[in-house]
């Protein structure tokens, strides 16, 4: 049985995704290692799990250090990584969208300034829309910058939307909808086919019946 490496995204996507593969039959139950280690081995299914920054598992496994990877749409969107996206788990929903502060969406028709962490996503949804816009590259608390005077908007990831309202910010446009998906790569595709396929043929089947939502 070929040895499998699949990167996972440090947080609630990976107590999700192990909680998926365990119910597949694809792993043993060990989930509550997750908090002490950034390296799993399964002895019994000859799996090895490694716990990355989320915009991370892309890479892992364009580059060959993962066989698998479970990552959200919008990473692939935004880094391009070259590998297989083969299947949508249908776990970890939300969405990417085009925020601001209340009563203001009119108010900014030209010249915008876009504050996100997804400069790739943005600028191309901008580009579609032939919008010209400055893209304000941030890490975090993006929802700060309209309220300082960064940007007039910004780009970002929404699941309930809670965080904006606390903010004084609304959502003015959706620009796609995300959830976790399973990656891989491409080398290991041809030559770990066996093993690949059995592990995407027990997901699929998970998802087909509704063993797991959310």
């Known amino acids: 049985m070929d040895s499998i490496t699949v990167a996972l995204p440090k947080g609630r996507l990976a107590e999700k995704s192990f909680e998926v593969f365990a119910s597949c039959g694809i792993t043993t139950n060990i989930q509550n290692e997750i908090s002490r280690k950034l390296f799993i081995y399964d002895h019994e299914n000859n799996l090895n799990f490694i716990l990355v920054k989320p915009s991370d598992v892309p890479t892992y496994v364009e580059h060959g250090a993962a066989d698998l990877g479970v990552c959200?749409?919008?990473?692939?969107?935004?880094?391009?990584?070259?590998?297989?996206?083969?299947?949508d788990l249908g776990f970890g929903r939300c969405k990417m969208v085009v925020a601001g502060p209340l009563n203001k969406k009119d108010n900014f028709l030209s010249n915008k300034r876009v504050a996100t962490k997804f400069p790739a996503i943005a600028e191309?949804?901008?580009?579609?829309?032939?919008?010209?816009?400055?893209i304000i590259k941030l890490n975090g608390s993006v929802e700060l910058a309209p309220l300082v005077g960064?940007?007039?908007?910004?780009?970002?990831?929404?699941?309930?939307?809670?965080?904006?309202?606390?903010?004084?910010?609304?959502?003015?446009?959706?620009?796609?909808?995300?959830?976790?998906?399973?990656?891989?790569?491409?080398a290991s595709m041809k030559t770990k086919s066996e093993r690949i396929k059995e592990i995407i043929y027990k997901l699929k089947g998970a998802i087909e019946s509704d063993m797991f939502k959310a």
């Open 72 to 87: 959200g749409k919008d990473v692939l969107l935004e880094l391009k990584r070259d590998c297989y996206e083969v299947l």
């Open 124 to 134: 191309e949804f901008y580009k579609k829309k032939g919008e010209n816009v400055e």
């Open 150 to 186: 960064l940007s007039e908007v910004i780009v970002d990831i929404v699941e309930t939307g809670t965080t904006l309202k606390e903010n004084g910010l609304t959502v003015y446009e959706e620009i796609f909808s995300s959830s976790a998906r399973l990656i891989v790569n491409k």
